[in-house]
């Protein structure tokens, strides 16, 4: 496959994710504003909700790309092995939360302290995996 082609989509697989990431980030702030309120901020909730779903597809999405893209480029995907370890972790914490999600029902903390737990890993550990992909491009 043509290098400059690969380099394009590697800046691309760059940006997409770091719109992933900034919906992480939106999902989050929703998320903590559901935990602050007092009431039930049925708005919000329903934001929320229809929200997670999406932003997971889109997440596990970006991890299936950019392993697809090393493929392309070396021929294997351990290429970068850290990075790829970093959002193999990110991909499993994406779909634990979105199946925690569906077992949160009613003022019950322990599936939503969990939820919201790993929802903070996955902040974070995007943040570590915009730095390594930085280091890829780099």
Partial sequence: MN??????????????????????????????????????PVHIIKKHRKIGPIAAVLGIAGFMAGMTLVFLDNGRIFKYPLHFSTGLLIASLIITTYLISKKIKG????????HYVIGLLIICLYFVQAFLGLGVLM
């Fill in 3 to 40: 290098k400059e082609f690969i380099a394009y989509l590697k800046l691309i697989h760059g940006a997409y994710n770091t719109i992933v990431i900034l919906l992480f980030v939106y999902q989050g702030i929703l998320g903590l504003r559901i935990r602050k309120s007092g009431n039930r």
């Fill in 107 to 114: 003022p019950d903390t322990y599936w939503r302290n969990r």
